[in-house]
């Protein structure tokens, strides 16, 4: 089978679709108070986001135009993977040292600072992407898609790099940058399916 541009671009599309999903379904598990395992969660997005680096990249190759956008979604995977992969091995280390060593519990909390601010960068380029690609689906005639897709994206970038300048306790609440994150996404992948079709 040949991994033509049409094929890499659709796969990546679902890759973007069933994260967005996922943490859908994480978000509302969590708000919920469901218990669930974190590290399978986790480890099946980091399975996916490995992939996503590899098809994103592979597009980003073959694509004529809109390499900025394959940037931001291949770049933006690499840095969930490492998010995830601290979440995943570092969380439960750190936080049972926290818990028996007396003066260390600033430990955990620089990991999870840490995570955090890989976290705010990976949706800020996703946010990038979507705005990428909404203006380049606005300029095909897609003007509702393309339209809503670009919004979303500038909202992430914005709310994203507003926690990244200004941390964790700043005056926006970090669920604003992880919604509007998971938005941009779904409605990137939604973008990047619509333009696949149009160029049939």
């Not at 291949?74 to 992969?85: D, G, M, P, R």
């Not at 600072?113 to 705005?131: H, N, P, Q, R, T």
């Not at 203006?135 to 919004?151: D, E």
Request: net charge positive; hydrophobic share 55%; with cysteine.
């Amino acid at each position: 089978m040949e991994f033509t541009h049409k094929r890499t671009t659709l796969i990546t599309a679902s890759l973007l679709l069933l994260l967005a999903i996922s943490q859908g379904i994480y978000s509302a598990l969590y708000s919920a108070e469901i218990s669930f395992s974190r590290q399978v969660a986790w480890g099946l997005e980091a399975l996916v986001f490995t992939l996503l680096v590899a098809f994103a990249g592979t597009a980003m190759v073959q694509a004529k135009n809109a390499q900025l956008g394959w940037s931001a979604i291949a770049f933006s995977a690499v840095l969930n993977i490492v998010q995830v992969s601290i979440g995943l091995t570092l969380f439960s280390t750190f936080g049972k040292v926290a818990g028996t060593v007396e003066g260390a519990q600033p430990l955990i909390g620089g990991v999870v600072s840490l995570s955090f601010m890989i976290y705010y960068a990976a949706k800020l380029l996703l946010g990038l992407a979507a705005v990428v690609f909404g203006l380049s689906f606005i300029t095909k005639g897609g003007k509702a898609i393309g339209g809503l897709t670009a919004f979303a994206g500038a909202a992430a970038m914005l709310a994203n790099g507003v926690l990244i300048t200004c941390g964790r306790d700043g005056f926006l609440p970090s669920g604003v940058a992880g919604a509007s994150g998971m938005i941009a996404t779904l409605l990137l992948a939604i973008c990047l399916i619509s333009l696949n079709r149009k160029a049939d």
